[in-house]
T-cell receptor
Framework: GAVVSQHPSRVICKSGTSVKIECRSLDFQATTMFWYRQFPKQSLMLMATSNEGSKATYEQGVEKDKFLINHASLTLSTLTVTSAHPEDSSFYIC???????????????FGDGTRLSIL | GIQVEQSPPDLILQEGANSTLRCNFSDSVNNLQWFHQNPWGQLINLFYIPSGTKQNGRLSATTVATERYSLLYISSSQTTDSGVYFCAVLSNSGYALNFGKGTSLLVTP
């Protein structure tokens, strides 16, 4: 079964709206989660790394004031797209990896993604 | 950062045919995963294979870490195998998976 849950799966809203996406690890504690973005017919690009209890680390070119990340607990990270505009329309996917202490290198598990459409 | 190249970019097969997808990467890796992205966008984890060979039904994968490549074999393809196949790697110095551009597979009846 799924080990990472992401909600909502689809959002359609007006320009200027802020949208919050949740990512939960279901059966393990994730000190680190990752947020990716995928435009149509393109690959997944890492946006930011979410760290529990500290600030997120953003990839080059990703606006931290536009994409607010909060990782307040060991099982939940949220991505808020603030004042969303049509160019923010995309597919957003989160992922998490079991802590390294649980064994050898672990695979990354992905949520089912959130399709965001800004009108 | 680490470069991930997948080939071919597009592939059309008739049902029942076999195929091999390739993933080349530019540096040593701690992790390599193959995914199938279905039409709804869901990423289905096929293999976690930083080295060696694994098989799961009609699918198998081999990673030769020393030569920096991985292969995904699909045998007796079915129309439900259609979609995009991604290879993603975690370099020794990295912290998150880096994705290749994918192979778009269409299996026709």
């Amino acid at each position: 079964g799924a080990v990472v849950s992401q909600h909502p799966s689809r959002v359609i809203c007006k320009s200027g709206t802020s949208v919050k996406i949740e990512c939960r690890s279901l059966d393990f504690q994730a000190t680190t989660m990752f947020w990716y973005r995928q435009f149509p017919k393109q690959s997944l690009m890492l946006m930011a790394t979410s760290n529990e209890g500290s600030k997120a680390t953003y990839e080059q070119g990703v606006e931290k004031d536009k994409f607010l990340i909060n990782h307040a607990s060991l099982t939940l990270s949220t991505l808020t797209v603030t004042s969303a505009h049509p160019e923010d329309s995309s597919f957003y996917i989160c992922s998490a990896r079991r802590p390294l202490g649980t064994g050898s290198n672990q695979p990354q598990h992905f949520g089912d993604g959130t399709r965001l459409s800004i009108l | 950062g680490i470069q991930v190249e997948q080939s071919p970019p597009d592939l059309i097969l008739q049902e029942g045919a076999n195929s091999t997808l390739r993933c080349n990467f530019s540096d040593s890796v701690n992790n390599l995963q193959w995914f199938h992205q279905n039409p709804w966008g869901q990423l289905i984890n096929l293999f976690y294979i930083p080295s060696g060979t694994k098989q799961n039904g009609r699918l198998s994968a081999t990673t030769v870490a020393t030569e920096r490549y991985s292969l995904l074999y699909i045998s007796s393809s079915q129309t439900t195998d259609s979609g995009v196949y991604f290879c993603a790697v975690l370099s020794n110095s990295g912290y998150a998976l880096n994705f290749g551009k994918g192979t778009s597979l269409l299996v026709t009846p």
